[in-house]
């Protein structure tokens, strides 16, 4: 619990326009560190039912310059929110690096609107903090700076402020019946946020509290704070440090490499009675997408393998069996500056489909742990929390009721070269292929244990990887229809 | 009309199938031409119930690399969208550059569906129609390929079909009693959709009618019509004209010149008794302010002006005034890559408010006419075509009841070397000013003429310049807060 705080004299008007001018000049100096800085600033500001709020958002917003702000409340969902996983509509509001965010209530508020009661209200308020913590510290690991602020106002305090801006005929319409009731709740309430705050209490994002019985001193307490914590993470994050390209690739866990190399890979499939089998699984894959849509369950595909390895042709004949107008292909190359200016996993979030949609990614979030891993384009301690980070973004995808399917396209090393050649020599696939290719093929065994690592550390009850052996064309394409028609039949059948 | 075509025999399985891959190698090698190119190609597939839209869309899907394909199907449109102008939900579906959309129905069958009939309900439509012509429009001069297809299908071919697809047993439930009634339609429908294509015929977009009575026949016909369309296109487009400066700026429309040489601008405001002019005028704000929000009416405030012409400090005066949790400051500068690749007005349609949200953009679109023209970013033709352009655009936010307030700060050219100095001269300003405004000054004539065409070609009855004089701060401040409430107020009244 917040403790009480002693009976203060509040902050003169005179006082408080001495330091605020202080306060401000130094905002906007951090506005301008900011600018060029690696990183985004996020602060919410959550706290009690009349504490303020709103007015702290504003003042904040009348000191800073208000053109590197923005600032969110998160009133009722919009059906495209409530749509997809619950987290989908806090991604969308990230500053990219250089600016600032504030968030009237934050994610926090969010969850305590719910007001559990029941035991199974519960464990969904449990759920929804663990979902919070888990966000949090994704974007603090990759360098954002999170400042929550709790405005905290006793339960006399509460009713006082009420009391005082019901009696302003200026502010006597923003004191509602929801006020005086939660007023009456306000004990229950007070326990409920502090489990709240316990649950989301980070080492990167800690919760300030703020005691707001005195608006004044409030006001310049956050902003004081806010200045603490930019400096001192400015301080330690003006650059973000350079990664470098790994000398060797050990496997961080043996087992998925043996997986990857124990994969038989010739199989044959006779052509006679192929198209036949095919366009069975086909009918079947398209029949069974339908019915996942109008349960308005959606599906993620990954598609991740070897270059060459087919990828996509066997993305072809997925879309061929369903209906485009319910579907995208996101192919991943190169992130756009947009993309580059967030956390790496804002431009997968991006694209995650709505009810009964489909998305499917043509190489995804596992560049992390594959290219760039060895490409060094993300740092050791990137790529190697990365594998935590992306099993949890699954399971939010889950959780929502998204049904997952991640595919790995295997081949041999020869089948590589044969294709590679086999591109080189035909015009109309001679786009297909360039020196990077013929780079990372350089690269075999690296890219194998990264593979081997990959299959190892994120493949999961909610979310596991089919190995698709693909030498054979038609039966990758064959194991990919079946794989992907029992995937969707046992999510559907196990309910959400 | 659409005229009847004769009975013709139906296309073998085996001519379609040997035609068909020589189609779709063609296809994919536009698409490896697109992928350089500077424009983007948008199809839309739209026709007579029961002509297979659908079919014809997952063909086209089938034929293509789905991995440089979007798909786009407007069902009911979102809250997000509802609360928009009609065509941000377009705006937001289009491809950029090197990338191909399409889009089954288009936005034209989103015109169609509200079957008009009342007179108000025509009067509707034939905006709905402008509206559209409009958008083809902008993105045909922009250089985007536009291919519209019309599938075309007799009234008896239309029953034939029905029937044709409640009898199998694979395909009846795509047969609603909603297209048995638009066939007993068929008539109205015919020539509702007829107004609808001559409206919209355009040069650069025409529509191409095919005859859908044979499925296969009309499969082929769309896929060549959109090779020729792209190969004419590439042809002319492949490389986007290099704009070059121009070596003197002349005056395409005086008066507006005219207009700003005839401002008067120093003013003195007396210090005492300023601070509750100010005040009153801020209360007054924001309640106008917060009566747009209840009236679900938005605000779009756009600010230009010289170098330190007090834009950032007028915009923060403003927002004092409203609370921040309504409201966005989009500060613009140099356009992102994702930008880039669209059509210049994409990053501002990006911003449009929802319903009782504010936007507050700090420089603009008009910078197309503004640092584009007199640096040379825009070719000629483009910055000429843009004063319609933007007209058309704030028309639009106009017509869905969006209130726009332009400004134009306006100081004297030695009022701007004082302040320069004095940026140059205190150590918290020093950020704002760099070697670009130095070089922007020496331009001066040049900006002001390009401003006076401003000024004089987008003053619109709907979306009125107000000229502030800006030497003195405090007078201008006054002034923007006064224009602002009687721009609020008088639409308010206006009813939208």
Redesign the interface.
């Given at each position: 619990m917040v403790k009480a705080t002693p009976d203060q004299p509040r902050l003169s008007k005179k006082a408080y326009d001495a330091r605020s001018g202080d306060v401000r000049?130094a905002l906007?100096?951090m506005q301008?560190q900011l600018k060029n800085a690696p990183f985004p600033v996020l602060v919410v500001v959550a706290g009690v039912d009349a504490a303020g709020k709103?007015d702290v958002?504003?003042v904040?917003?009348?000191w800073l310059?208000?053109?590197?702000?923005?600032?969110?409340?998160f009133q009722e969902p919009?059906?495209?929110e409530r749509e997809r996983p619950a987290m989908w509509r806090f991604w969308r509001c990230l500053p990219p690096h250089g600016r600032l965010a504030?968030y009237?209530g934050g994610w926090h508020t969010e969850a305590l609107r719910e007001d559990p009661r029941s035991p199974r209200d519960l464990a969904e308020f449990d759920l929804a903090l663990r979902r919070i913590a888990r966000f949090e510290d994704q974007l603090t690991s990759d360098g954002a700076l999170v400042i929550k602020i709790w405005l905290h106002l006793g339960k006399d305090d509460q009713r006082a402020r009420l009391h005082e801006l019901e009696d302003d005929e200026r502010t006597a319409w923003r004191v509602t019946a929801e006020d005086w009731k939660s007023h009456r709740d306000y004990d229950r309430l007070a326990r409920l946020s502090d489990t709240m705050r316990r649950a989301t209490q980070r080492p990167g994002a800690p919760w300030h509290v703020i005691e707001a019985g005195d608006p004044r001193a409030r006001n310049l307490a956050v902003a004081e704070r806010v200045l603490v914590r930019f400096r001192a993470h400015h301080r330690t994050h003006k650059v973000r440090p350079v990664a470098t390209k790994p000398r060797r690739t050990a496997p961080l866990r043996a087992a998925g490499l043996r997986r990857l190399l124990a994969l038989p890979l010739d199989q044959t499939v006779p052509s006679r009675g192929y198209e036949e089998k095919r366009d069975k699984w086909l009918g079947k894959l398209n029949r069974t997408v339908r019915a996942a849509s109008q349960a308005r369950r959606s599906i993620v595909w990954v598609f991740e393998g070897w270059d060459a390895a087919g990828k996509?042709g066997a993305?072809?004949r997925l879309?061929?069996a369903i209906?485009?107008?319910?579907?995208?292909?996101i192919?991943i190359s190169r992130p756009?500056?947009?993309e580059k200016a967030h956390h790496y996993l804002w431009r997968f979030w991006r694209h995650v489909p709505r009810a009964g949609m489909v998305t499917?990614y043509?190489r995804s979030w596992y560049g992390r742990v594959l290219v760039e891993r060895l490409e060094g384009f993300a740092r050791d301690v990137e790529w190697r929390r990365a594998f935590a980070e992306m099993n949890e973004f699954e399971r939010e995808l889950v959780e929502h009721g998204v049904i997952v399917i991640k595919f790995w396209l295997h081949i041999s090393k020869d089948e590589q070269l044969r294709r590679f050649r086999n591109r080189e020599d035909t015009e109309?696939k001679r786009?297909k292929i360039n020196a990077e290719d013929w780079r990372n093929r350089r690269k075999w065994a690296a890219y194998e244990t990264a593979v081997g690592d990959m299959l190892a550390l994120t493949h999961t009850r909610f979310a596991p990887w089919h190995l698709i052996p693909a030498n054979t064309k038609r039966h990758a394409r064959l194991e990919i229809l079946k794989a992907s028609c029992t995937a969707i039949e046992t999510a559907l059948a196990a309910k959400k």
């Open positions: 000049a906007v100096q301008v709103g958002v504003n904040l917003n009348a310059d208000p053109r590197g702000v923005e600032t969110f409340a919009t059906d495209e504030i009237a996509g993305i072809r879309t061929d209906d485009a107008r319910d579907s995208r292909v192919p756009t500056d947009e499917i043509d109309y786009h």
